[in-house]
Structure formats: C-alpha cells, structure tokens
C-alpha cells in the first residue's frame, strides 16, 4: 500500500514539473454509471479520479483545469459518477471553451443562459440539479436524463462519448500504475 502511494505521489510530481506532451495508446474503456461513492479512506480512488478529470482537461484544453476539485467534491457531496458533469461540460461547451461571456455555465443549464458566479457554483449548481430533478426522480440513465436535458437524440451519445474518453484514461493510468507496459 505505501509503495502504491509513493508511486502515485511520483507519478503526480511528473506530470506538474515534467513536459506535458503526453503520447497514449487505446485501450478499451467501461460503460458509464451515473453514481459513484469515492472511497476516500486510502484516498486511491479520489487520486485516480482527479488525476484522470485533469489529464483530459488538459488534453482538451479547457479553462475548467483548475476546477478539478469542484467536480469530485460535487460527485461526492451528490453521489454522481464523477465523470458525468465534466462529459456534460464536453458536449455542451466544449470543457468550458464556449459559453457565454462571464456565465460560467459550460453545461448548457438554461439554455446556456443561466450565469453562475463561478466555475464552482455553476458545477455544484447543475449537480445538485440534476441529483434532484433528474435522477432522484427516476432518470437513472444517461439517455433518460438526455430525454429531459436536451431537446435532441443524440446528446446522450455524444456524452456517453466522452464518459468512455475519461474512463479510458482512467484504465490507462490504472495499468500504468500496476505496472503494465503502457505509455501515458
């Protein structure tokens, strides 16, 4: 257990001080929940996650980078999968890349129009929203949430889409760590 903690500490030191080009291979990656329970007594799942939101942040150049303490702490105050909120953030703004100005709002809440005083309160803001209005009324998939969500038939897809692109990222740090040749 200490090995893997001493490991986790090195690999996160690298990717702050190291080059941040980073070349992945594919890997397949897992179907997505729409709840998740971090398990926070050994902290391995809250590195893992927060290492995994953060890594596709970056790769996709979002300005929500510093706001990966939002996402887990609003996955865990309204037990979400961790990874919903940020795939919502994908499709409907491209991670926080187009709203409109000053809004905060990369989820499309009303419309887009909806202005949140900042990243945080618009990311725990559309949590709790869609803890309570969506799922703790019976929309437990996330093509039922998109019934309701989205006016379309596809922003189900496309946000599977991206719960499969984390999850993939979360595999390969995972192999990475268990010391299977993979490259990050």
């Known amino acids: 257990m200490g090995k ?3 490991v986790i500490a090195f690999f996160l030191f690298s990717i702050f001080i190291l080059p941040k080009d980073i070349f992945a291979v594919n890997i397949a990656g897992q179907s997505a929940r ?3 329970s971090l398990n926070t007594e050994n ?3 809250y590195l893992l996650k927060k290492l995994t939101i953060r890594r596709v942040l970056e790769k996709n150049d979002s300005p929500m980078v510093d706001q990966v303490d939002s996402f887990i702490e609003t996955c865990n105050k309204y037990n979400l999968d961790c ?3 940020p795939s919502i953030a994908g499709i409907e703004s491209t991670f926080g890349k187009f709203i409109y100005p ?3 709002n ?3 809440w009303g419309r887009g129009l909806i202005q949140f005083k900042d990243w945080t309160d618009g990311i725990d803001t559309v949590g709790e929203g869609l803890r309570k209005n969506y799922i703790d009324k019976g929309a437990t998939t996330i093509e039922q949430i998109g019934a309701i969500y989205c006016e379309g038939n596809t922003w189900s897809g496309k946000v599977n889409y991206f719960m499969n692109q984390f999850a993939k990222e979360e595999e390969k740090i995972n192999l990475f760590f268990s010391g299977d040749k993979v490259e990050l």
């Open 102 to 104: 000053g809004s905060f």
């Open 4 to 6: 893997r903690i001493i």
């Open 83 to 85: 990874y919903l909120l």
């Open 34 to 36: 729409l709840s998740y």
């Open 43 to 45: 902290g391995t799942d």
């Open 106 to 108: 990369p989820f499309g």
